[in-house]
């Protein structure tokens, strides 16, 4: 039961951050978001990959030390392909995305609310619906595959080259926008 | 020149915030939890309908990403109260067609996240974090269907 506890309270504070840190960054603001996926605002794409690149070598650091609490989801190539093209065309109509609008509904934005209320509707709908939608897209499966494994070395070495790649990839951003 | 902080700190410390949270329980994630918020307000008015579905049954009990994404909304409001509002788009909720746009946008978003079994947290940040090669192709289609979908459509109206 203390155990619990404590996993729910460093949750409290870690989500409290999180959520803390997004809205001063500017994630949840309509403009930028809508700018991201223009690429005529790059500073969020550059969050996200700084936030990819500390926190692939912060896992696989951990993971080195005995902490193995991955969520890695198989390569189900339609399955992933389908998702991320309708959650790209939903996230680029309404112009937030998920966590980002929660935080976008808390600071009073209709617009938001509204885009929130219909990704509970959608939810509800895919409990509805999969069952099918598993039949239908689960093939081709290539199992829980990573970078590391695909070039076959090390995990954390790779990890730490990849990381440092994505945060030279956010600092040189808008250098390669330029030319 | 902007009233946000630089993208490098809020970078890392996304990415430390990460960390800290796969090393309490697992990387950061939302969609799951609009699941969760269905499933717990459906088991209030209709408990047989849970019993029904295993999915939405699975996730009708309060759990570590609920807790999380409570207090992420609770942190986002505080920083908005304490240093101001970010920009959003109210004519979108002035208009039929602005309402229509925002809730298919949504239904579609979520609907889109729960395929690929994770949002920007589960798939980008956390999944491409974990070298997974499935978020890595989930957010390159995300950025590919977004800019299509911009260039077609208009990001204003």
Redesign the interface.
């Known amino acids: 039961m203390k155990g619990r506890f404590l996993t729910g309270l460093q949750a409290v504070i870690i989500g409290l951050l999180f959520g803390a840190v997004l809205q001063r960054a500017g994630a949840s603001d309509f403009n930028k978001l809508t700018g991201m996926l223009r690429f005529s605002d790059l500073s969020l794409l550059k969050i996200i990959l700084t936030a990819i690149g500390t926190a692939s070598i912060g896992i696989y650091a951990l993971s080195r030390k005995g902490v193995e609490h991955f969520t890695i989801q198989p390569l189900q190539v339609l399955m992933m392909g389908v998702g991320g093209l309708v959650f790209g065309v939903g996230f680029a109509l309404n112009g937030y995305c998920p966590g980002t609008g929660i935080i976008a509904s808390m600071e009073g934005k209709k617009d938001a609310i509204i885009a929130m209320a219909g990704g509970l509707a959608g939810s509800l709908t895919y409990a509805f619906m999969k069952p099918s939608i598993d039949k239908s897209l689960a093939r081709p499966n290539y199992g829980k595959l990573t970078v590391d494994k695909v070039i076959r070395k090390d995990p954390l070495g790779t990890a730490i080259v990849f990381g440092v790649g994505m945060i030279i990839l956010a600092l040189t951003l808008d250098r390669i926008k330029r030319s | 020149m ?4 630089n ?2 700190i ?22 799951t939890s ?2 969760t ?3 717990l307000g ?1 088991d209030t008015i209709d408990k047989p309908l849970i019993e029904k ?1 295993p ?2 049954k699975k996730h009708s009990k309060i759990d ?2 609920l ?14 109260l304490v ?1 101001g ?9 002035r208009s039929v067609t ?2 229509f ?47 299509l ?2 260039l077609i ?1 208009g ?1 204003k109206k």
């Open positions: 902007s009233r946000y902080i993208w490098l809020a970078g890392i410390a996304i990415g430390v915030l990460n960390t800290l949270s796969y090393m309490v329980k697992k990387p950061l994630g939302v969609s609009f699941v918020s269905c499933a459906i579905n999915y939405l570590y990403q807790i999380l994404v409570i207090a992420m909304a609770i942190g986002g409001l505080i920083s908005a240093f509002r970010s920009a959003g788009n109210p004519g979108r909720a602005g309402i746009r925002q809730f298919l946008g949504g239904f579609l978003m979520l609907f889109g996240a729960r395929i690929g079994k994770g949002c920007t947290s589960g798939n980008i940040l956390s999944g491409d974090a974990q070298m997974s090669i499935g978020s890595i192709l989930f957010s390159v289609m995300t950025f590919i269907a977004g800019m979908t911009l459509l990001y």
